[in-house]
């Protein structure tokens, strides 16, 4: 068994800044692609950022500069900082990953349970 577990989201004011963490556990071979989605109330959920193991990354234009996608390989742990948070930052955020349980397994996209961010004064 696999599992995502989301931490940091939060009530922020316009402005701030909150880091998300996303920690794998369980059955772990590899972790490839590490990402962050959100989805907002009546909106599809889109792709925030992503990070491959070898640490590239890929953000989408409405985050660039503003946020930042990292991962720790060693602690099967990716991170989100997101500065200069905008109210239309808001939404549930969730972590995804693609994860061979096993060496001969195939990979499998993984999600974690979502963690809320809300950006209002």
């Known amino acids: 068994q696999v599992q995502l577990v989301e931490s940091g989201g939060g009530l922020v004011q316009p402005g701030g800044s909150l880091r998300l963490s996303c920690a794998a556990s369980g059955s772990i071979f590899s972790i490839n692609d590490m990402g962050w989605y959100r989805q907002a109330p009546g909106k599809q959920r889109e792709l925030v950022a992503s990070?491959?193991?070898?640490?590239?990354?890929n953000y989408a234009d409405y985050v660039k500069g503003r946020f930042t996608i990292s991962r720790d390989n060693a602690k099967n742990t990716a991170y989100l900082q997101m500065n200069r948070l905008k109210p239309e930052d808001t939404a549930v955020y969730y972590c995804n990953a693609e994860i061979k349980s096993r060496w001969f397994n195939p990979v499998v996209a993984y999600w974690g349970q979502g963690t809320q961010v809300t950006v209002s004064s």
């Open positions: 990070i491959t193991s070898g640490g590239r990354t």
